[in-house]
Nanobody
Framework: QVQLVVSGGGLAQPGGSLRLSCAGA????????MGWYRQDSEKQRELVAT???????KYADSVKGRFTISRDNMKNIVYLQMNSLKSEDTAIYYC????????WGQGTQVTVSS
């Protein structure tokens, strides 16, 4: 059974940093593309970043240069380091295990406000 447990998030000031973690279990983590998505109350869930099994990464244009996705296949954890945070980064952030699992972890609230 695929399990994804998200930690991190919270409140940050504009320009600040936060790190999200997503621990996976019950599937072949090292062979799976992992992703971070976000959703605020007014928008559809959107892709933030993905990282392939080989470490290739993709980012939404809105976070390029500010966010970094990484993975530790020994610990089965995928991270999202968020720097230079902006108010528009405020959202619920979700971790996702890609195909063939297509599973979502629980969301974690990120609020960027002074």
């Amino acid at each position: 059974q695929v399990q994804l447990v998200v930690s991190g998030g919270g409140l940050a000031q504009p320009g600040g940093s936060l790190r999200l973690s997503c621990a996976g279990a019950g599937f072949r983590f090292s062979l799976t593309t992992m992703g971070w998505y976000r959703q605020d109350s007014e928008k559809q869930r959107e892709l933030v970043a993905t990282i392939g099994s080989g470490g290739s990464t993709k980012y939404a244009d809105s976070v390029k240069g500010r966010f970094t996705i990484s993975r530790d296949n020994m610990k089965n954890i995928v991270y999202l380091q968020m720097n230079s945070l902006k108010s528009e980064d405020t959202a619920i952030y979700y971790c996702r295990a890609g195909e063939p699992y297509s599973q979502w972890g629980q969301g974690t609230q990120v609020t960027v406000s002074s």
